[in-house]
């Protein structure tokens, strides 16, 4: 047998074990670059890991899968030296709740809500009669629980082997006598930084890095020694740290090991999970609640605004207006996980935003703790099945006493390792270009219906040179703001604008006003009819029966009279294409993953260790 001819036999047979491999469904994938073109495209995606972190769920999975995996985003970790006390990140419970002023403010948000609910007529023409929790007590707290089984069948999670940490429903169920911390990595949408142990940015991110390894290992089946194989497609909120979207990238790109990344918005991907091409964008997650208007792939800047509240906070309500009815589960605590589990599924069973459901009615729920028997309680409810999701609508019902409550998006500090930020340019724009927009500007507010105040596209205005933490706020906030045009702006004026953003920012907006604020932020009138007649509501914080009926009403009643009469319809759009709500960003991160422009939005592991931080300025499909 000649050479050439034993080169040729080799080469069938590496070809027929390459098949055989594929046929077995080997998880090691084949190099991109050995893959013929008409097969690059479908494989790529097969290779690229969408990753959604939430404040309460962690979904992620392949480009090419229907549906993500979605666990719970949570970390137990083994204590170093047992016998201290346990650190224990809370989940219902939140700071601001226990202020002299919280009772009070819940009362009074509480009035609020029973009277919009009188307000607004049934269907059939007749006024709502509203129902008191005295009626329901006296029920509830002679009821006692019926024992199911003498064995709930719930389990702790085994630690006999002392592993060095649990992720997901391992960590939820770790036995409170055991000697583990529990760790939230994001709360509120943000990194969960604190003073306390595991609340450094070092140790939040070694949290998030071991959840999101274990979760590729165990559910998408990829060892990470061949995440060098994959690409990752990473979702942020849309008021976004710089600082620690640096560090997610660096954490995917150069510890976990991931070959590229692409880093989108949140609100961007939902519109393209739901093939709208603009929409006015509302997430309510579990922790917080975010609102942005997009346009054609694009989050308007000035449009976004994050509120502190979200699905945590209507089952915490729940619960305390559940309390008021004489909730007959009296060892209930907001302390232990697995009641905070149950009031969830509470909230979630029994919730709803429907005017035409009204009176006393009879429910029943079981409780299947470990080491306990299975229970079945019996209880009956009126309004408050109704009240605790209109408190989304008046936050005051939440009774969260000083906390910053709403936040806008904020200049950058500056990073050192990205000389050519918006600082930069605006330090080396020449003076004559700065009068001229500054005059610009002027002009442009001194026009009638336009604000004083109105901080919009201001993007070039050198006072954000001299205070480069400003603010841009839309003319919903212009009665107390002034003009920022003048580089002359005295202290006094500037310390006022300071103090109006600041008070704006403790101040809970309900979610119908949040929406309408977020639209008014809208460059020109043609984007705000755009954006009424496509609100988009995603996340799972509003998925209640006639949640899009409810929010649909109050945005109509609500809208400015100018626009109510050039609109012609004002849509909200709670399930596009019959599509759960929570799933829709994560879908978006699939379908951004197989677009032909996604090709030039990568950037490659060699690139960051090169060029760092400077290469999401050049690559990001958003302004950074």
Known sequence: MTQAEKGEAENGKDKEREREREQRGAKRPIVPAAVPESLQEQIQSNFIVVIHPGSATLRLGRATDTLPVGIPHVIARRQRQPGQAACRDSWLLRDGLNKPESTEQRQNGLKMVDQAIWSKKMSNGARRIPVSPDQARSYNRQMRPAILDHS?????????????????????YVNPLDSYNIHWPIRRGQLNLHAGPGGSLTAVLADLEVIWSHAIQKYLEIPLKDLKYYRCILLIPDIYNKQHVKELVNMILMKMGFSGIIVHQESVCATF?????????VDVGDQKTSVCCVEDGVSHRNTRLCLAYGGSDVSRCFYWLMQRAGFPYRDCQLTNKLDCLLLQHLKETFCHLDQDISGLQDHEFQIRHPDSPALLYQFRL???????????????????????????QHRSQGDPEDPHDEHYLLATQSKQEQSAKATADRKSMSKPGTYEGDLRGQTTDISERIYPQEVELGSSQSDCMISGNDSEEPLSAHM????????????????DKAILHSIDCCASDDTKKKMYSSILVVGGGLMFHKAQEFLQHRILNKMPPSFRRVVENVEVITRPKDMDPRLIAWKGGAVLACLDTTQELWIYQREWQRFGVRMLRERAAFVW
Not at 152 to 172: C, D, I, Q
Not at 390 to 401: D, N, S
Request: hydrophobic letters at 40%.
């Open 152 to 172: 709930s069948g719930a389990k702790w999670t085994n630690t006999a082997n002392h592993p060095e940490f649990l992720v997901g429903e391992e960590a939820l």
């Open 273 to 281: 999970g739901s093939g709208l091409s603009s929409a006015c964008i």
């Open 382 to 408: 009126g309004d408050e099945k109704l009240q605790a999701p209109m408190a989304l609508f008046y936050p005051a019902t939440f009774g969260i006493v000083g906390q910053k409550m709403t936040t806008l």
């Open 496 to 511: 006022s604008r300071k103090t109006a953003i600041s008070q704006f920012e403790g101040k809970a907006l309900g979610l």
